[in-house]
């Protein structure tokens, strides 16, 4: 029963290891092509941009431009699961390494009495969920993702707005 236990927790900290790396990877990719969001090859930003400029054109004020940012970014899908699944997905896995070491330590207590197993269960899965926070806290994957969002957020409220948008209305004018 160790063993079968010991590769799961193995198993399910390599994979949450890795997508905590991965995610923090694309979100420094996000962070570069929004330096020059107005040549960004990535799909969402293309939407997000398109959608507001869609919103301007037909004169509906966007009133709240980070929410409007935050509403699509909800939607992007990394290899088909929706990114905030995919986050809470991680912080799920970070508690219940501690709960899962814990209640299969309880579970040996009961079975055997307290033996050098029990301590370890219980050590490790909490020692194994503190350690993907602190890999998380190393990541700082919110971080990037609020850099995005304002950078995102600034370059539609200034730029767009003020660039393209502006002159659509001064040639509607004329007409």
């Known amino acids: 029963m160790m063993v079968v236990f ?3 927790m193995t198993g399910m900290f390599a994979v949450t290891f890795l997508m905590m790396g991965i995610e923090s990877l694309v979100y420094e990719r996000l962070v570069k092509e929004t330096q020059d969001m107005q040549h960004t090859s990535v799909h969402i930003f293309k939407q997000i941009k398109m959608k507001y400029e869609g919103m301007c054109r037909i004169g509906r004020n966007v009133n709240n431009t980070r929410n409007f940012v935050d509403k699509i970014m909800l939607s992007w899908k990394i290899c088909g699961i929706r990114y905030d699944i995919l986050r809470r997905f991680e912080k799920l896995v970070m ?4 709960y899962t070491g814990v209640v299969a330590a309880m579970y040996l207590y009961y079975k ?3 033996c050098r197993e029990c301590v370890i269960l219980s050590a490790g899965g909490i020692m194994v ?3 993907l926070k602190m890999w998380e806290i190393t990541l700082d994957i919110e971080y990037k993702k609020e850099k995005m969002l304002i950078m995102v957020t600034d370059y539609l409220e200034n730029q767009m707005h003020t660039g393209k948008v502006q ?3 001064d040639v509607a004018i004329v007409q």
């Open 6 to 8: 010991g590769w799961c």
């Open 167 to 169: 002159n659509v209305q």
């Open 129 to 131: 969920g503190l350690a």
């Open 95 to 98: 508690v219940a390494f501690g």
């Open 112 to 114: 055997r009495g307290f």
